[in-house]
DNA sequence: ACTACTTTGTAGCCCATGGCAACATTCTCT
DNA sequence: AGAGAATGTTGCCATGGGCTACAAAGTAGT
């Protein structure tokens, strides 16, 4: 544990980064709206005007949250597939699976995410989205490639699928259904998008 | 217009019609997160505290312009529906298309709808959703009925339907792709859900 | 009508927050 | 060593939410 008597130098040194993550735990716990910059500074133990250093303002910081929480996502998907074996209906589970549980794990990271109220300049996160969709459109290439599924742009196709999830992740997440429903909803979406592109034989 | 000297009785009479009638407005042009109880009581021309008469809490009128949304997308929905003729796949394009044209015409709105972050007591906006939820499910029953898709539970598969919208217009609002792709992204849901539901002949 | 009660609006306060500016300390580079 | 850039601090202001006490207008019982 950490000595609270410990002399902090004037320069904290990776500040940036530890903001962040008392941010994170702060989304978490309490909600993006009762995020507070000063309340970050508070807890971490620092002048309420330190932040600004960082974050140009309250804004920038959850735009840094929500690029964060896309490379978050895109690893969390990559080590999905990465342990689902070469079946493609599995690699899709997998996949599916494994953002739904993000998505419902982390309910206001997601909403930050896909705010529509980014800042003019937040094409950070435009761009740290596209790791995941573009993971996404590789993986309907792939079932394409095997046979598995219907030809069409894997890229539309891709985004339809990762609607789907954020779509089914929004209704659980809003309370309109129990979080029991959520495997069910998952797998018939997914049964849904099997066999709705399943090659014309 | 109305003349500004007008006399204005100390009881509004419709305050609280008038403030979510305000705050609908603010929510298009500014957002959620602009919208301030007091600045509502300014453009309304009330005292400033006079908003707490009707909503307890900042968050209670959020609630409330979630409430009508939903309200507003079910009518949406409904005049539609009523205008689609007897043709299955029809009534579902003319559905999808009005619940994807109203998300994206009410983005912020459709945020507040979908939030997380209701209060507890929050039952009326779960309540409010029902309505479309169940005109969804009962579009699914018909298709159903009729032989146009294969049995399941019509509230499942309608839910996956309404999340695959909910989640295209979410990528739209966030900018993640161009408006000019909604058709597109509409159209390969319908046609994947269509034929995802065929029944087996 | 008169009175009592309720509803609805007002005025004024406190406090937290975001954002700014001026100043201080440390780092870095030459 | 010294200049300038980074980074942190202190202090200020305006805004907004939420509270309490008060005022005006409706409503009901008599």
Redesign the pocket.
């Known amino acids: 544990m950490s000595d609270p008597n410990e002399e ?6 990776n ?2 980064a530890v903001l962040l993550d008392a941010a994170d735990r702060c989304l978490r716990e309490r909600g993006a709206d009762q ?5 970050l ?1 508070r807890e971490v133990g ?5 932040p ?3 974050f ?4 920038a910081l959850l735009d840094a949250l929500a690029e964060s929480g896309f490379a978050q996502l895109d690893t969390a998907l990559r080590t999905a597939l990465a342990g689902a074996g070469e079946d493609f209906p599995a690699r899709v589970r997998g996949a599916t699976t494994a953002y739904t549980r993000f998505a419902t794990e982390n309910a206001a990271l997601l909403e930050l995410m896909y705010s529509s109220k980014h800042r003019p300049g937040a094409t950070r996160v435009i761009e740290a989205a596209e790791a995941p969709f573009g993971l996404m459109a590789d993986l309907i290439e792939q079932g394409q490639d095997e046979g598995a599924l219907r030809a069409g742009d894997p890229e539309r196709i891709g985004l339809v699928l990762f609607a789907t999830l954020q779509g089914i992740a929004s209704i659980i997440n809003g309370n309109f259904v129990g979080p029991d429903m959520l495997d069910a909803l998952v797998e018939t979406a997914v049964e849904q998008f099997l066999s709705g592109n399943r090659p014309v034989e």
Chains 1, 2 share one sequence.
């Open positions: 902090r130098p004037y320069h904290h040194g500040l940036r995020l507070s910059l000063r309340d500074a620092v002048s309420h005007a330190a600004r250093r960082h140009s303002d309250r804004q």
